[in-house]
């Protein structure tokens, strides 16, 4: 598995952005997915989680303003980030695990590289 995340970048607060993850590796299909973000000086935390059969969860933080969906055909998934503030500034961790009660737990087997989100007011 190899973790590749893409689409961060500068946005102004009350914008959109919609984070990538490949696995270059193909085997994305049979994982539980995830995204995790920290902000300068603080954990990583948890956002999101996708079994493989499209069952979502979500942090309270996050809930309504994120969507996390993913395509098993194209080993990807996706990070819908809506209604942007400048608290969501970060960098974004995709992560996966091979259940979806291991990625809830926090027990997570591959990480990618991280993608930035800077959101200005």
């Known amino acids: 598995v190899e973790l590749v995340e893409s689409g961060g970048g500068l946005v102004q607060a009350g914008d959109s952005l919609r984070l990538s993850c490949v696995d270059s590796?193909?085997?994305?299909?049979?994982?539980?997915m995830a995204w995790f973000r920290q902000a300068p000086g603080k954990d990583r935390i948890f956002l999101a989680a996708?079994?493989?059969?499209?069952?979502?969860t979500y942090t309270d933080s996050v809930k309504g303003r994120f969507t996390i969906s993913r395509d098993n055909a194209n080993n990807t998934v996706y990070l819908q980030m809506n209604s942007l503030e400048p608290k969501d500034t970060a960098v974004y961790y995709c992560?996966?695990?091979?259940?979806?009660?291991?990625?809830?737990?926090?027990?997570?087997?591959?990480w990618g590289q991280g993608t930035q989100v800077t959101v200005s007011s």
């Open positions: 590796g193909s085997t994305l299909s049979r994982y539980a």
């Open positions: 992560a996966a695990a091979r259940s979806f009660s291991l990625v809830q737990a926090g027990q997570i087997e591959y």
């Open positions: 996708i079994s493989w059969n499209k069952i979502t």
